[in-house]
């Protein structure tokens, strides 16, 4: 018997994850109470170790484990990407991991197993692994999501994320399913070939399959009108948590989205072209309709990631190099100015979070003149104005598409952009404008330091100087465009 | 490619007619004499005490999942055990690092005291 080829280093980011994992899960027990701030160093450090792996891995466009992984450029952006928005997030959760009544060590191992989940699911170059990928990383967020315990909002939202996530997953795996019987393969480019070979533009089985692989893709990244559950869920989970689920998982299942629809589809593009244009339509706009009549921050974040994702869509529609690398640079920006925007709700929160109506917000701006300052600077780059990290990334997006000949789709979502900056500015209002109604007394600590001041550097470079990161982006679609 | 599946659907055929035609002539023939006894419902032989429908105590879940996991380890084992060695070294050392992460987390729950039953 012969043991398939394992390239040990191909897969060493998440080995490096895993082993983290394991080790702090072993501290937890050995670690006393008072000292659990060392596992969240511990998680961080592990991370760093992976991040710089996976900085410094040079093997190109490496395939290992018998063409089921590989390690191309587009693999190692999302890796970075992916890596540093699990860095920023635990980051973010320690102070109130400090304040709070939650497990601290299962909570950083959580963090870390989902990572790993998020990398497969990007380094997949056949569906099953990607299947894979995405599980490992649910049933840890399904978990992280109830961590709060005795609230009741917490519970809820693991259970509600659960139950329509074990159903997403069945329409995922079916359509894998259905591909596989029209096509024979569950390989990414072993699909393409068989689809060029036996011209199968029109073949119901493969294009159920598709249809329902975009069902179960369009849950993870909340696509209307798929999207039911994602503001009780943000609400109820922690709100690193929360941050985490917008933005990483939202990276990874669009990596997963990109693979599939750009490596294996695009044969078929003009088939689900049209679906996708109704649905990043029906998304732009009912997330940001929404996101206006929203009283708490953090529903407002749900509805407006939402539109977020829409945007996205449209990058995707437009394809070719301009449009793929719109994606992935909206991707980076996206996830510097909402961990941003995250990351203080996380600090303002406070206790048990507390303060997480946007009312509550009010007077930010006078009492913590950085922290009001930073939060206006992240809203702003939500709503897209120059030169914040937003702009540029719905710049490309939107130029993208009218370079491929959709105009209407523009237009639609140059309008909801606009729609948007009414409620990203109300508030900014409510904390420059009105009145503090309560006494928040915030103190500031290392890690959200940190955190915010990443977020800061992060969304203005993107917005001044796009050029390092857009070369990256355009050097990681590389396979895309052949 | 759909001939192949024509043995499945005898099999089918055969399968749903069997159970058909017996569940129907036992139906149609057999004597029916209801008694209490008989219409109660059969749990193990013990008169039911109540309804089965209540709230368990969640340590059940607790021992329950811990099982399962254990018992999928073992059954890890047996694929290994009978290719054991055709694997050699490397199957050795994977099979190391799969019941030393299951040891790491037989110590977590271990020590977080999913085993005591109080």
Same mark, same amino acid.
């Given at each position: 018997?012969?043991?398939?080829?394992?390239?040990?280093?191909?897969?060493?980011?998440?080995?490096?994850?895993?082993?983290?994992?394991?080790?702090?899960?072993?501290?937890?027990?050995?670690?006393?109470?008072?000292?659990?701030?060392?596992?969240?160093?511990? =998680?961080?450090?592990?991370?760093?170790?992976?991040?710089?792996?996976? $900085?410094?891995?040079?093997?190109?466009?490496?395939?290992?484990?018998?063409? $089921?992984?590989?390690?191309?450029?587009?693999?190692?952006?999302?890796?970075?990407? +992916?890596?540093?928005?699990?860095?920023?997030? =635990?980051?973010?959760?320690?102070?109130?991991?400090?304040?709070?009544? $939650?497990?601290?060590?299962?909570?950083?191992?959580?963090?870390?197993?989902?990572?790993?989940?998020?990398?497969?699911?990007?380094?997949?170059?056949?569906?099953?692994?990607?299947?894979?990928?995405?599980?490992?990383?649910?049933?840890?967020?399904?978990?992280?999501?109830?961590?709060?315990?005795?609230?009741?909002?917490?519970?809820?939202?693991?259970?509600?994320?659960?139950?329509?996530?074990?159903?997403?997953?069945?329409?995922?795996?079916?359509?894998?399913?259905?591909?596989?019987?029209? =096509?024979?393969?569950?390989?990414?480019?072993?699909?393409?070939?068989?689809?060029?070979?036996?011209?199968?533009?029109?073949?119901?089985?493969?294009?159920?399959?598709?249809?329902?692989?975009?069902?179960?893709?369009?849950?993870?990244?909340?696509?209307?009108?798929?999207?039911?559950?994602?503001?009780?869920?943000?609400?109820?989970?922690? =709100?690193?948590?929360?941050? *985490?689920?917008?933005?990483?998982?939202?990276?990874?299942? *669009?990596?997963?989205?990109?693979?599939?629809?750009?490596?294996?589809?695009?044969?078929?593009?003009?088939?689900?072209?049209?679906?996708?244009?109704?649905?990043?339509?029906?998304?732009?706009?009912?997330?940001?309709?929404?996101?206006?009549?929203?009283?708490?921050?953090?529903?407002?974040?749900?509805?407006?990631?939402?539109?977020?994702?829409?945007?996205?869509?449209?990058?995707?529609?437009?394809?070719?190099?301009?449009?793929?690398?719109?994606?992935?640079?909206?991707?980076?920006?996206?996830?510097?100015?909402?961990?941003?925007?995250?990351?203080?709700?996380?600090?303002?929160?406070?206790?048990?979070?507390?303060?997480?109506?946007?009312?509550?917000?009010?007077?930010?701006?006078?009492?913590?003149?950085?922290?009001?300052?930073?939060?206006? +600077?992240?809203? *702003?780059?939500?709503?897209?104005?120059?030169?914040?990290?937003?702009?540029?990334?719905?710049?490309?997006? *939107?130029?993208?598409?009218?370079?491929?000949?959709?105009?209407?789709?523009?237009?639609?979502?140059?309008?909801?952009?606009?729609?948007?900056?009414?409620?990203?500015?109300?508030?900014?209002?409510?904390?420059?404008?009105?009145?503090?109604?309560?006494?928040?007394?915030?103190?500031?600590?290392?890690? +959200?330091?940190?955190?915010?001041?990443?977020?800061?550097?992060?969304?203005?470079?993107?917005? +001044?100087?796009?050029?390092?990161?857009?070369?990256?982006?355009?050097?990681?679609?590389?396979?895309?465009?052949? | 490619?759909?001939?192949?599946?024509?043995?499945?659907?005898? %099999?089918?055929?055969?399968?749903?007619?069997?159970?058909?035609?017996?569940?129907? %002539?036992?139906?149609?023939?057999?004597?029916?004499?209801?008694?209490?006894?008989?219409?109660?419902?059969?749990?193990?032989?013990?008169?039911?005490? !109540?309804?089965?429908?209540?709230?368990?105590?969640?340590?059940?879940?607790?021992?329950?999942?811990?099982?399962?996991?254990?018992?999928?380890?073992?059954?890890?084992?047996?694929?290994?055990?009978?290719?054991?060695?055709?694997?050699?070294?490397? !199957?050795?050392?994977?099979? !190391?690092?799969?019941? %030393? %992460?299951?040891?790491?987390? &037989?110590?977590?729950?271990?020590?977080? !005291?999913? &085993?005591?039953?109080?």
């Amino acid at each position: 018997m012969t043991i398939p080829d394992v390239n040990w280093t191909s897969i060493g980011t998440e080995l490096i994850l895993i082993s983290t994992a394991v080790l702090v899960i072993f501290f937890d027990l050995v670690v006393k109470d008072k000292k659990k701030d060392s596992l969240g160093y511990l =998680t961080v450090l592990g991370m760093l170790g992976a991040l710089v792996f996976a $900085m410094t891995d040079k093997e190109g466009t490496a395939i290992a484990f018998g063409g $089921m992984i590989t390690n191309d450029s587009f693999t190692q952006f999302l890796t970075v990407l +992916i890596v540093g928005v699990a860095i920023i997030v =635990t980051l973010m959760s320690m102070q109130s991991l400090r304040e709070g009544s $939650m497990d601290v060590g299962g909570y950083h191992t959580l963090v870390l197993l989902a990572t790993v989940g998020m990398l497969l699911m990007v380094k997949g170059l056949d569906l099953i692994i990607i299947f894979l990928g995405l599980e490992t990383l649910s049933i840890a967020i399904y978990v992280l999501a109830g961590y709060r315990k005795g609230a009741e909002q917490s519970a809820e939202a693991a259970f509600k994320y659960f139950l329509l996530g074990a159903f997403a997953a069945a329409f995922l795996l079916y359509g894998i399913a259905l591909i596989y019987g029209a =096509t024979g393969t569950t390989r990414i480019e072993g699909i393409a070939q068989y689809i060029a070979l036996k011209n199968l533009g029109t073949n119901p089985l493969l294009l159920l399959g598709v249809g329902l692989l975009l069902v179960g893709l369009g849950f993870k990244l909340a696509l209307v009108p798929f999207h039911s559950w994602t503001p009780d869920v943000y609400e109820g989970a922690p =709100t690193a948590i929360t941050a *985490f689920m917008a933005v990483g998982v939202k990276a990874a299942a *669009f990596a997963a989205f990109v693979r599939i629809f750009g490596g294996a589809l695009p044969l078929i593009a003009f088939q689900w072209k049209d679906v996708l244009w109704m649905l990043a339509v029906i998304t732009m706009t009912v997330g940001n309709v929404v996101a206006l009549s929203q009283t708490n921050i953090k529903r407002m974040l749900a509805y407006s990631s939402i539109a977020h994702a829409g945007y996205i869509l449209v990058g995707i529609i437009a394809g070719g190099s301009v449009g793929w690398s719109a994606v992935l640079y909206y991707l980076g920006a996206y996830a510097f100015m909402n961990l941003g925007a995250f990351g203080i709700v996380v600090f303002y929160g406070y206790k048990q979070e507390a303060n997480v109506e946007i009312a509550d917000y009010a007077g930010l701006g006078f009492r913590y003149p950085f922290l009001g300052a930073a939060m206006a +600077i992240f809203l *702003f780059s939500l709503a897209g104005i120059p030169p914040l990290a937003g702009f540029m990334g719905k710049f490309y997006i *939107f130029s993208a598409a009218i370079k491929s000949g959709y105009i209407w789709l523009t237009i639609i979502g140059v309008m909801n952009s606009l729609v948007s900056v009414f409620y990203y500015f109300r508030v900014t209002v409510i904390m420059y404008m009105k009145e503090p109604i309560k006494e928040v007394v915030l103190n500031y600590s290392l890690p +959200i330091t940190i955190v915010l001041i990443i977020a800061l550097v992060g969304t203005i470079q993107m917005g +001044i100087a796009p050029n390092f990161y857009l070369e990256r982006a355009l050097d990681s679609i590389k396979w895309l465009i052949g | 490619m759909l001939k192949e599946y024509a043995q499945i659907l005898i %099999l089918m055929i055969i399968v749903f007619g069997f159970a058909g035609v017996t569940l129907l %002539l036992s139906s149609l023939l057999g004597q029916k004499k209801k008694s209490d006894t008989k219409l109660m419902p059969y749990e193990c032989g013990i008169d039911p005490v !109540g309804t089965a429908r209540q709230r368990f105590s969640i340590k059940f879940y607790i021992t329950t999942m811990i099982f399962i996991l254990f018992d999928i380890e073992a059954l890890f084992l047996y694929p290994w055990a009978v290719i054991y060695r055709r694997l050699g070294v490397f !199957g050795l050392v994977e099979m !190391g690092v799969f019941i %030393l %992460l299951l040891l790491v987390g &037989f110590i977590y729950v271990w020590k977080k !005291g999913a &085993f005591e039953w109080d």
